[in-house]
């Protein structure tokens, strides 16, 4: 019996920043690593390969923005005779709607439950759902990343220390519904990372965890380990632990090439809305000066479409973060995910359409553009149009690689003594930034001003809100 373990999450056609940054799917390897040797394996990922299914069974791991797509495929393999198991985060929230589509679904965390699931399938007694748990950190076990073989990601080196999240924005599905926040044995993560560096040696670590430094003494842990095998990294942080100087500090004298800060809005009266209020009166733009002072590059993470934007705000955004000096700015237009408290809420309200993502959209908005800017819920103050066109004009407009930008990032690369994410922020995303530029300038700066907004008339800059108490 064959099993092909199946990534599906690209839009290659519409330039999706995903085409781009590329890495492997660690929780397929997981998997892996516990079926049993009756059964041979494989893997199609989509990032890398050709969606080509050869073998007797299929195991689909499922995001939300990709589920009408896996849904077909599955549908297709199970015609023609083949068994479909589907897991991830999509399933375990929409259990029913996924069983439509498969012979089995898994929800939670399948790490503890796969061995089983392999079992009923070798017996031919595969029943329909499995409900998974949360992994305790003693059943944790390494990674085997042979598994992903030599296939171009971007960054092949991604690795996670954590599961799960201890805070609860509103627009977040996986903290509520993958387990509590949990840290790997630092002996399993060691191994990992030892086999990274024997596989990839040149190549710096991606930690993908959700919230890496969320328990300081772990982390400390973490950030001694790395500095003793003096090894590079890049990493997500929270707003808060970014504003830390002492943390960063830490972090940079350990190896730390860069981080994405997740900024999200500058308006206090927005974070507040989403719950994230950990974002609340912190010096972002000190904090991106001190972390470029110590050698690390900084790329901002910010949403398009929070409740209380308004066109007058994002001039006043873009005029202050014109002022600061971060490598990159990762704008997404905000999606409304299913089981989030904000999207029982808009639901609620009518303002989204029940499982958008199968293609129910009743909004109007431009179908050309990769779908982290797709619109797909009814905004207070901005069209669908309207806020692709921000989205646009933020990403084009902050992004741009003029001479400044360029040698601060050398600049900033030069001062730690590392050229590697420097060279990524300089030239891997230039196809992503240069196609969103150019959709900006031929369709964006017209639908922009036919409804009234003020892009082109921002005059002089407006001093920003800062991040408040409210």
């Known amino acids: 019996m064959k099993l092909v373990f199946v990534n599906i999450m690209q839009e290659l056609h519409r330039f999706d920043s995903t085409a781009i940054i590329s890495q492997p799917p660690v929780p397929l390897a997981v998997l892996n690593g516990v079926t049993p040797k009756a059964i041979e394996t494989s893997l199609v990922d989509e990032q890398t390969d050709s969606v080509r299914f050869n073998g007797d069974v299929f195991a689909f791991t499922l995001t939300t923005q990709y589920a009408g797509k896996v849904y077909r495929y599955a549908d297709e393999l199970r015609a023609a005779g083949k068994k479909v198991i589907i897991g991830g985060i999509h399933v375990t929230v929409c259990p029913e709607e996924a069983m439509r589509h498969a012979d089995a679904i898994v929800t939670g965390e399948a790490e503890l439950l796969w061995p089983t699931v392999c079992e009923d399938l070798l017996a031919g007694k595969l029943k329909e759902r499995y409900d998974g748990s949360p992994t305790p950190p003693a059943q944790m076990r390494p990674v085997d990343y042979r598994f992903f073989g030599e296939r171009p990601y971007l960054t092949p080196a991604s690795l996670f220390a954590t599961r799960g999240c201890n805070y609860r924005c509103s627009f977040c599905v996986s903290s509520r519904y993958m387990g509590p926040f949990r840290t790997k044995p630092l002996d399993v993560l060691e191994r990992e990372i030892d086999q990274l560096h024997e596989l990839y040696p040149t190549a710096f670590l991606q930690f993908t965890d959700d919230n890496l430094l969320a328990d300081r003494n772990y982390a400390a842990e973490v950030l001694a380990l790395l500095r003793r095998k003096k090894l590079r990294f890049v990493t997500m942080v929270t707003l808060d632990e970014f504003c830390d100087g002492a943390l960063i500090q830490a972090m940079a004298s350990s190896g730390c090439l860069g981080v994405a800060v997740g900024l999200e809005s500058i308006d206090g009266d927005n974070c507040v809305a989403v719950g994230k209020r950990q974002n609340l009166g912190q010096p972002f733009a ?11 590059q900084v790329c901002a993470l910010l949403m398009v479409g929070l409740p209380h934007d308004t066109p007058e705000r994002l001039v006043r955004a873009q005029h202050y973060l014109e002022q600061v000096p971060c490598c990159l700015y990762d704008l997404r237009i905000l999606r409304i995910y299913p089981s989030s408290p904000l999207y029982d809420q808009m639901l609620s309200r009518g303002d989204v359409t029940e499982a958008w993502w199968l293609g129910k959209e009743t909004v109007s908005t431009n179908h050309i553009l990769p779908g982290y800017l797709r619109v797909h819920f009814k905004h207070g103050h ?9 989205a646009l004009k933020l990403t084009s407009e902050l992004d741009r690689m003029k001479c400044g930008a360029v040698g601060h ?5 030069r001062r730690g003594a590392r050229a590697e994410v420097c060279g990524d922020t300089l030239v891997r995303p230039l196809p992503h930034r240069q196609a969103g530029a150019d959709v900006a300038r031929s369709s964006g700066a017209g639908y922009g001003r036919e409804r009234g907004d003020t892009a082109g008339k921002w005059g002089k800059a407006i001093t920003p809100q800062p991040l408040s108490q409210l």
Not at 286 to 296: F, R
């Open 409 to 413: 990032a050398l600049h900033v690369g």
């Open 286 to 296: 000190e904090a991106v000066h001190h972390a470029n002072e110590q050698g690390m």
């Open 382 to 390: 901005l069209s669908p149009m309207q806020l692709q066109y921000w």
